[in-house]
């Protein structure tokens, strides 16, 4: 059950984290819902990396 919670919150984090940088990009420079978006994706996409790497799925190796 930890392990979950864990996974959980990496996720969670990483579209949080994305979503914040995204928002203060469109408060910063008035690009309305652009900076929000495409941070919101690249926020997904790093929780998600970050879940598949502590889960084990993905090998050391390439």
């Known amino acids: 059950m930890a392990l979950g919670f ?3 919150s ?7 984290v994305g979503a ?6 469109d408060r910063l420079l008035s ?3 652009f900076g929000l978006i495409v941070f919101l994706l690249l926020g997904f996409t790093a929780g998600v990396v970050n879940v598949v790497r502590s889960a084990g799925v993905a090998s ?3």
């Open 31 to 33: 690009t309305s819902p």
């Open 60 to 62: 050391g190796k390439r």
């Open 10 to 16: 990496e996720l969670v984090a990483g579209v949080v």
């Open 6 to 8: 864990r996974l959980s």
């Open 20 to 25: 914040v940088i995204g928002w203060g990009f």
